[in-house]
């Protein structure tokens, strides 16, 4: 995140239910900065929309 973006992450925690990892940033990104980003990310990650600060993502592993 830091080399891509800078420091952003809002809040970083697992949802058990989902047995997903969400990540939510500290700013809301156009539609290319999400897919570049996406792209960038070892494991799969999809796009969960705009949070309470940002752009959010899930990884299920």
Known sequence: MNAV???CIWNLNW???RMAI???LTL???DDEIDNLCC???ITADYDGVGSR???FTFYL
Do not use: A, W
């Open 5 to 7: 973006l800078g420091e």
């Open 15 to 17: 949802n058990d239910p």
């Open 22 to 24: 969400e990540l939510e």
């Open 28 to 30: 809301t990104l156009d």
């Open 40 to 42: 960038q990310f070892p």
């Open 54 to 56: 940002g752009s959010k």
